[in-house]
């Protein structure tokens, strides 16, 4: 059975960048390196809100997947905020629901204690996993597009 909990940076630090070396070599639309992903992750522990909103799924007492949000404040001053993908092992996270379940917690985190309405995500087309667990929770694509340049 899979439990959702909250992270606790003094006991599952070790278990997360085991998570986040795996998320990184098979399953993240983003390079990074541990350094500085705890550099980060450092960061949102002595913010209260961040702290309190990042979420670990257990299964069997053991860490099976991890997720956050991040907020931020457009130039019109309205506060947005993106859920990240959710950090788990390929293996681990084949239809046992655990992106839906970690999603489904934040998103009860930011409505509650944010009072916001509407959440971001990222999502290649490609990631037709991601896409399906997006379907199940009424994620629908956005009429804004995020464009890049390298420079």
Sequence with gaps: MIVIDRF????DR???KEIFEDFINNKSYFFSHWKKF???LNKRVLDLQYRNSMVVAKEN???VGWGTYTV???YLGNDRAIIHQVLSKKDDSFKKGIEE???KEIQLYIKKTLKLDKVYFFCPDEDGALRSVFMKLGVKKSKYFIY???I
């Design 8 to 11: 606790d940076p003094r006991l």
């Design 14 to 16: 070790e278990a997360l």
């Design 38 to 40: 705890e550099t980060e």
């Design 61 to 63: 007492g053991r860490i």
């Design 72 to 74: 931020f404040r457009d």
């Design 101 to 103: 379940m970690i999603i």
């Design 148 to 150: 890049e340049k390298d």
